[in-house]
C-alpha cells in the first residue's frame, strides 16, 4: 500500500469515525430487552441539559434505566477497551518487532487476572461485596508485573528486547501458575472466576468508564505522540539510533504506555482474546504500516470491532449472555484466515 | 375480559395490556390485590430496614408486589412461603415447584439478563452470591436486591425467615421454620441413639471426572453429620476436592450418594459405578449401599433441603427410619 498521502489518511480517518458513531447507535439500539429506537433517540436526548424539560413522549422509566444505567456506558467502555487492547497490540507488535506480540505478552494480563482472581476470593471468603473491587485489585497487580518485569530485564542502563520477552514469558507462566492455584482452590468461586477470565462488559457502569478513562487517555496520548519513533524503531534499534531516536528512552515510554493500557483494559473487562493480536494486523493488511496512519486506525476499528462484539453477545442467547470474548475469537480467527489467504506477502 | 362491549380500539389495547400485565406473575393463585384484612395481618410497618447475608442494609419503601428470583433456591422459598403469584421473573434453571417453569424468564443463573430484570420492573429482586459482577449495575439501577447465600441448614431457616420478613409474610416464614426445625429435630432425636462407632463413613459422589466430593463447610457434608454418617472427605480443605480413586479405595467407604440432577448431571447407575475398574472390592459395592439421591434436595438452600435430610437418613439408616 506504500504511504497514504495527508488527504487520504484524513479521509479514511473520518469514515472509520463515522463507521464507529454507526456502531455506538446500533451498540445502544439492540439488546435482551426490545426498545422503539424512537423511544431511545428521546431517553439520549432528555439527559442532555435543558433539553429534557420540554422532551416528554411516552419514554418509560425503566426503558431509562437500562439505556442509561446498562446500554450506554457498556457501549462506552466495549469501545474504549477495544480502542485500548489494539492499540497496545499494535505498539508491543512494533516495539517488539514481533507479529506474534499482543498486549498480554509481557505478563500485564497475568497480573491482572490474579488480582481480579484474589479480589473475587477475598469478597466471598469474608463476605464484603467491594463495589470496585475486581478492577482496583486487577489493574494494581498489573502494575506491579509491569514494573517487576520491567526490572527483571533492566541489564545495565538497556532493556534488551530479547531479555524483555523472556522476562514477561517467565512471569507470565509464574502469574498464571498462581492463578491456577486459586482457582483449585475456589470452590464455589470456579464459576465467577471463569466467567471474569473469559471477558465481558456484563457488570460495566460509568465508573468502570471513569475508572478506565485516566490510564486510558495518558497511555494512548503517549503512544500517538511517539508514532514516528516506532516507525523508525521498525528498522532495527541501531537504525533508529542513526535516526535520532533516543531508542531506550523511547522504548521505556513505550512499554509503559502500552502495559498501562493493558492493565486498565484487562481491569474492567477481563481477558478478551484476539482483539489485540490481530486487529493490528488487519489495518496493516489495509492500510500499510505507518504508524502515523496505523495507530488511529488501529484505534478505531479496534473499537468498532469489540462494540459490535459485544452487542452479538448480548442478544445472540438472550435473556442470556455469550462471554464477548468467545465471540471475538469466533469472528475474528476465520476472517484473519482469510485476510491472510488472500495476501500472501509478508505482514511485516 | 370486556372485550365486547367495547368498539373503541384504544380501550381494546389499554385491556390487553392491563391483562398481560395483570397475569404476569406465574402462581396458580389470581393476582388479586391484597385485602384489607391481609394487610393487617401481616402487620409489618413499611418501610423497612433488613440486613442480608452480605451484611448489607436494604430498605424496602411498601410490601413488594414484583420479586424477581435469580436463583433456584430462591424461587423454592418463595413459592413455600406463597409468594408464588409475585414472582415476576427468574431464571432457566427455576423448575420447581412445576409452575415456576412458566415463569418469565430473565436468563440463565449466573448470566442473567440485566436489562429483563429491569424490563419487568421489579421492587425486590433476590439474588446470591454468583451475582457479586452484576449487583453493582442493580444498585445502579435502583433495585432492591436481597443477597442470600447460605451455607448451612440454619442459614436456609434464616433466609426463609428473612425472606417473609421482607415480603410481609412474617408469620407464614416463621411457621414454615419451625415446621421444618421440627422435622430436623425428629432426625436429630433418631440419630442420637447411634453410637459413634455405628456412624457409616460415606462417600458422596459430586462429580465423576475427576472424581470429586465435598468439604467440611459445605451444606451437604452438614447434611451427612445430622444424618448420622462420616463424610469421607471431612479433612479436607477445599470446598469441593478432587479425589484421587486410590483414597476412595484405601478409605473403603460403607455408603455410596449417588446424586443426580442440576448440579452432577445425568443420572450414573449403581451398575456403571460397581463396573469402574478396581471399585468390586469396594464394601458399599459388595453391601449394595449405593444411594441415589436427587442433588437439588441436599445443594439447593430451600426448603426441600429438610426432604434431602430425611432422605439421606433414612439412607444411612435403614433400620431407624421405617
Known amino acids: 500500500m506504500g504511504n497514504l498521502n495527508t488527504v487520504k489518511r484524513a479521509a479514511i480517518l473520518v469514515l472509520l469515525a463515522a463507521i464507529l458513531l454507526l456502531s455506538v447507535v446500533i451498540g445502544i439500539a439492540i439488546g435482551a430487552v426490545y426498545i422503539p429506537p424512537a423511544e431511545i433517540g428521546a431517553i439520549l436526548l432528555s439527559h442532555i441539559p435543558g433539553l429534557g424539560e420540554w422532551l416528554h413522549p411516552n419514554r418509560l422509566p425503566e426503558h431509562d434505566i437500562i439505556i442509561m444505567t446498562m446500554r450506554f456506558p457498556r457501549v462506552i467502555l466495549a469501545g474504549l477497551a477495544g480502542a485500548g487492547l489494539a492499540l497496545a497490540g499494535a505498539t508491543f507488535q512494533g516495539l517488539f518487532r514481533n507479529p506474534m506480540a499482543d498486549p498480554y505478552i509481557i505478563g500485564v494480563s497475568s497480573g491482572a487476572a490474579l488480582g481480579a482472581v484474589v479480589s473475587i476470593i477475598i469478597q466471598a471468603a469474608w463476605d464484603i461485596p467491594m463495589r470496585l473491587g475486581i478492577p482496583v485489585f486487577a489493574f494494581a497487580f498489573a502494575i506491579i508485573t509491569i514494573v517487576l518485569v520491567y526490572n527483571l530485564a533492566r541489564v545495565g542502563g538497556k532493556v534488551p528486547v530479547m531479555t524483555l520477552l523472556l522476562a514477561g514469558i517467565a512471569v507470565n507462566s509464574l502469574l498464571s501458575a498462581a492463578e491456577s492455584l486459586c482457582l483449585f482452590f475456589s470452590g464455589e468461586q470456579l464459576h465467577q472466576i471463569v466467567f471474569w477470565l473469559l471477558g465481558g462488559f456484563s457488570g460495566a457502569g460509568w465508573d468502570y468508564v471513569i475508572m478506565f478513562l485516566p490510564y486510558g487517555i495518558i497511555g494512548a496520548t503517549i503512544i500517538f505522540v511517539y508514532a514516528r519513533e516506532l516507525n523508525a524503531l521498525l528498522l532495527g534499534e541501531e537504525s533508529a539510533q542513526h535516526l535520532g531516536v533516543e531508542v531506550e528512552r523511547i522504548k521505556r515510554y513505550l512499554l509503559v504506555a502500552a502495559a498501562l493500557l493493558t492493565g486498565a483494559c484487562v481491569s474492567v473487562s477481563g481477558m478478551i482474546a484476539f482483539v489485540g493480536l490481530v486487529i493490528p494486523h488487519i489495518v496493516r493488511m489495509l492500510f500499510g504500516s505507518d504508524h502515523r496512519i496505523l495507530l488511529p486506525a488501529v484505534a478505531l476499528i479496534g473499537a468498532i470491532f469489540l462494540l459490535l462484539a459485544d452487542s452479538v453477545s448480548r442478544i445472540i442467547i438472550a435473556p442470556s449472555e455469550l462471554p464477548v470474548g468467545i465471540i471475538t475469537a469466533l469472528v475474528g480467527g476465520p476472517f484473519f484466515i482469510f485476510l491472510l489467504r488472500r495476501q500472501k506477502n509478508a505482514l511485516f | ?322
Open chain 2, 1 to 322: 375480559m370486556r372485550i365486547g362491549f367495547s368498539k373503541n380500539r384504544v380501550l381494546v389495547y389499554t385491556v390487553i395490556i392491563w391483562l398481560v400485565v395483570s397475569v404476569s406473575g406465574c402462581g396458580r393463585a389470581v393476582d388479586t390485590p391484597p385485602t384489607k384484612d391481609q394487610l393487617q395481618t401481616s402487620g409489618k410497618v413499611y418501610p423497612l430496614t433488613i440486613t442480608d447475608d452480605l451484611g448489607r442494609q436494604i430498605t424496602l419503601a411498601a410490601e413488594p408486589a414484583r420479586i424477581v428470583s435469580l436463583a433456584p433456591s430462591n424461587t423454592e422459598i418463595l413459592y413455600a412461603l406463597g409468594l408464588g403469584a409475585k414472582i415476576v421473573g427468574n431464571t432457566t434453571y427455576c423448575d420447581y415447584p412445576e409452575e415456576a417453569k412458566q415463569c418469565y424468564k430473565v436468563g440463565g443463573f449466573a448470566d442473567p439478563s440485566l436489562e429483563k430484570i429491569v424490563a419487568v420492573k421489579p421492587d425486590l429482586v433476590l439474588a446470591s452470591d454468583i451475582h457479586m459482577q452484576i449487583l453493582k449495575v442493580m444498585e445502579d439501577a435502583g433495585l432492591k436486591v436481597i443477597v442470600l447465600n447460605a451455607k448451612s441448614l440454619e442459614g436456609v431457616f434464616g433466609n426463609i425467615l428473612l425472606v417473609g420478613k421482607a415480603a410481609g409474610v412474617e408469620d407464614k416464614a416463621t411457621e414454615l421454620a419451625q415446621d421444618l426445625k421440627k422435622r430436623v429435630d425428629g432426625v436429630n432425636a433418631q440419630i442420637a441413639q447411634v453410637p459413634t462407632g455405628e456412624r457409616p463413613l460415606v462417600y458422596y459422589e459430586l462429580w465423576y471426572e475427576p472424581y470429586m466430593s465435598v468439604g467440611k463447610d459445605t451444606l451437604i457434608a452438614q447434611l451427612i453429620r445430622l444424618a448420622g454418617g462420616i463424610n469421607m472427605t471431612d479433612d479436607n480443605i477445599e470446598q469441593y476436592p478432587k479425589l484421587s480413586q486410590e483414597v476412595i479405595i484405601e478409605r473403603n467407604p460403607a455408603v455410596m450418594i449417588n446424586s443426580y440432577g442440576h448440579g452432577s448431571g445425568a443420572l450414573i447407575t449403581p451398575q456403571q459405578i460397581a463396573a469402574r475398574k478396581g471399585w468390586s472390592q469396594l464394601d458399599f459395592i459388595k453391601n449394595n449401599r449405593i444411594y441415589t439421591i436427587e442433588s437439588d434436595l441436599l445443594s439447593l438452600a430451600g426448603p426441600r433441603i429438610v426432604d434431602g435430610l430425611e432422605t439421606m437418613a433414612r439412607a444411612l439408616h435403614p433400620s431407624l427410619f421405617k
